[in-house]
């Protein structure tokens, strides 16, 4: 099971998913608060910590 197109849109797809910037920040904040919290309620240690800091975005760019 796929995807197949069936035309083209012809108008701009304009596709906003925030309205204002500071419910962007709200957001945002949310998930540092939440990512902060998983990591002091791992039991990494700090060493490891500091190791996937560095790796993850190297990661991420490679994906691309």
Not at 18 to 42: G, H, P
Request: negative net charge.
């Amino acid at each position: 099971m796929g995807h197949t197109s069936s035309g083209r849109i012809e108008a701009p797809l304009v596709h906003h998913t925030f309205e204002t910037t500071a419910e962007m920040m709200q957001k945002l904040d949310l998930y540092t608060d939440l990512a902060s919290i998983d990591l002091l309620d791992s039991n990494d240690p700090a060493a490891m910590l500091w190791l996937k800091s560095c790796i993850s975005p190297l990661g991420a760019f490679v994906k691309w």
